[in-house]
């Protein structure tokens, strides 16, 4: 769930401010002066922090900055005054957003979600990416170890998908079925080369349209395999 942190001195608009936000779903918490503000902001983690700027203590702008030495919580600033608006921007305080006292609560929980939106889309965008191999309809994650065929989903055992994963890294590639078992298979397991033939008949099975004219695994006769791109 979404917490956010309000740090607001005058308590009937925070618990509007709250109230709202919460019936909206959200966690919240509120922090009544600056000090008490600027150490949870620092503290914990917020998913969005909505910050008064005329607060006894430290003031919006203190906290605002201290927290953007520290943090990317996205910071929505409420103020009494619209002059204020323009000297928050003009101090390039890293706030992502601004209000003026008045302002309907229904508003501020638009924003707040747009906001939590946009930051949450920013931080998938950061996010390792699984490694996947695509050749022509064939498609593998191989950190997810999933195979798709054409758009569908096929299903692997372990070995199999080692040796697919590990020929088709390798592309244009001949390997001999000693360097397959050796390579997939550790030393003490039982089988031989013909355990290769085997996984490589029931891997083209899953993924060769004609298992009689393999498009992806070629047999090199006397020799071995190899991935075709
Ligand atoms: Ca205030």
């Known amino acids: 769930m979404n917490k956010i942190l309000i740090v607001e001195d005058e308590e009937a608009i925070a618990d509007l401010e709250k109230d709202y936000l919460e019936l909206s779903g959200f966690e919240v918490e509120v922090a009544n002066d600056g000090e008490i503000g600027l150490e949870k902001a620092l503290g914990e983690d917020y998913n969005l922090i909505i910050l008064d700027l005329m607060l006894p203590g430290i003031d919006g702008f203190e906290i605002c900055r201290r927290v953007r030495d520290e943090k990317n919580t996205p910071i929505i600033m409420i ?4 002059d204020d608006i323009d000297k928050i921007r ?9 209000m003026t006292k008045p302002f309907s609560p229904s ?26 191999i695509e050749i022509r309809g064939l498609k593998i994650d191989t950190t997810a170890r999933r195979v798709w065929v054409n758009g569908e989903e096929k299903s692997f055992t372990t070995k199999e998908f080692d040796l697919l994963t590990f020929l088709a890294g390798h592309p244009n ?7 397959l078992f050796s390579e997939i298979w550790d030393m003490e397991s039982i089988g031989d080369i013909a355990t290769v033939t ?5 891997i083209r099975e899953k993924i060769e349209f004609d298992t009689s004219k393999p498009q992806y695994i070629e047999t090199i006769w006397g020799v071995g395999y190899r991935f075709k791109v």
């Open 107 to 132: 508003e501020l929980v638009a924003r707040v979600k747009a906001h939590l939106a946009r930051y949450e889309r920013l931080i998938g965008s950061t996010i390792e990416e699984n490694e996947i």
């Open 173 to 179: 590639h001949v390997y001999t079925k000693d360097q």
């Open 90 to 98: 003009g101090l390039g305080l890293g706030a992502d957003d601004y």
């Open 79 to 82: 103020s009494a005054k619209k």
């Open 198 to 202: 085997v996984h490589i008949k029931k």
